[in-house]
């Protein structure tokens, strides 16, 4: 029995380069649609919320001299070529989805609508849920929360390049320790960083957990998903 019926899995755009500088490695796309295969086989209802960071990202394009909106709707469409990518690796490897946009653009995408969402993960499809919230000034992680409490997940995944939340940076400080659980609360109070805080708050105000885990590791969904002692629970 897998640990959570229904999911929101966050995937970052920046961990599809792979070891590129810029776009998506197709072996790290192959490897994320085999690991989503594997806990969709369990039986698991799966939406995805997918970034764009590996494409675009429109508050590094104002440095540039971009405007701030239109830098954004900039990566909204990078996250949508993100899922796109997804969609084709998951048909690839024999998993049913479907893509779902937030701004309107058929036939790239059906609309998305929550409904529609939920009755493809009814259906045995992959939901895969693009353009963020549709709106500038927003991230995918904001997205993911925002979709994830819709679709009433059971729990947030939030795959990182990291295995877990830390007492600090792990990449900068080698005496940093993993938590295995813990509170919004604690998050705050320690000044942490698992997402952006209107994400982090969006999740706490309306009951949804995050589990944060090193998605890069093969194997590592399907390990979550069986209850292993992986990753980083964040709850009430
Ligand atoms: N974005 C946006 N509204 C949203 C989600 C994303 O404007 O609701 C834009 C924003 O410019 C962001 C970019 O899309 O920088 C890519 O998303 P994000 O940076 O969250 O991607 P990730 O860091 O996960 O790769």
Same mark, same amino acid.
Request: overall charge neutral.
């Given at each position: 029995?897998?640990?959570?019926?229904?999911?929101?899995?966050?995937?970052?755009?920046?961990?599809?380069?792979?070891?590129?500088?810029?776009?998506?490695?197709? /072996?790290?796309?192959?490897?994320? #649609?085999?690991?989503?295969?594997?806990?969709?086989?369990?039986?698991?209802?799966?939406? *995805?919320?997918?970034?764009?960071?590996?494409?675009?990202?429109?508050?590094?394009? +104002?440095?540039?001299?971009?405007?701030?909106?239109?830098?954004?709707? =900039?990566?909204?469409?990078?996250?949508?070529?993100?899922?796109?990518?997804?969609?084709?690796?998951?048909?690839? %490897?024999?998993?049913?989805?479907?893509?779902?946009?937030?701004?309107?653009?058929?036939?790239?995408?059906?609309? @998305?609508?929550?409904?529609?969402? *939920?009755? #493809?993960?009814?259906?045995?499809?992959?939901?895969?849920?693009?353009?963020?919230?549709?709106?500038? @000034?927003? +991230?995918?992680?904001?997205?993911?929360?925002?979709?994830?409490?819709? *679709?009433?997940?059971?729990?947030?995944?939030?795959?990182?390049?990291?295995?877990?939340? @830390?007492?600090?940076?792990?990449?900068? $400080?080698? +005496? #940093? +320790? /993993?938590?295995?659980?813990?509170?919004? $609360?604690? *998050?705050?109070?320690?000044?942490?960083?698992? =997402?952006?805080?209107? %994400?982090?708050?969006?999740?706490?105000?309306?009951?949804?957990?995050? @589990?944060?885990?090193?998605? $890069?590791?093969?194997?590592?969904? /399907?390990?979550?998903?069986?209850?292993?002692?992986?990753?980083?629970?964040?709850? $009430?």
């Amino acid at each position: 029995m897998a640990r959570f019926k229904r999911i929101l899995l966050k995937l970052s755009g920046e961990s599809l380069m792979g070891e590129q500088k810029y776009g998506i490695d197709e /072996k790290r796309l192959a490897e994320y #649609a085999m690991q989503i295969k594997e806990v969709h086989d369990m039986g698991v209802q799966i939406g *995805i919320v997918i970034g764009g960071g590996n494409i675009f990202r429109g508050l590094k394009g +104002t440095g540039k001299g971009f405007d701030r909106v239109k830098g954004d709707q =900039m990566g909204m469409l990078a996250t949508t070529i993100n899922g796109l990518g997804l969609s084709s690796a998951l048909t690839s %490897a024999g998993c049913p989805s479907v893509v779902l946009t937030a701004i309107r653009m058929e036939p790239i995408g059906e609309f @998305y609508s929550k409904w529609k969402a *939920i009755q #493809a993960m009814e259906e045995g499809k992959v939901a895969i849920l693009v353009g963020g919230t549709g709106s500038p @000034y927003f +991230t995918t992680d904001t997205g993911s929360s925002l979709r994830g409490i819709e *679709i009433e997940a059971d729990v947030m995944l939030k795959g990182t390049r990291v295995d877990g939340v @830390y007492t600090a940076d792990p990449e900068k $400080d080698p +005496t #940093a +320790t /993993k938590f295995d659980e813990i509170t919004f $609360d604690e *998050i705050y109070n320690k000044g942490l960083k698992v =997402m952006d805080l209107t %994400a982090t708050t969006m999740c706490k105000e309306n009951g949804l957990p995050i @589990y944060v885990f090193n998605m $890069d590791v093969v194997g590592n969904l /399907k390990k979550v998903m069986n209850g292993e002692k992986i990753g980083t629970l964040v709850h $009430d």
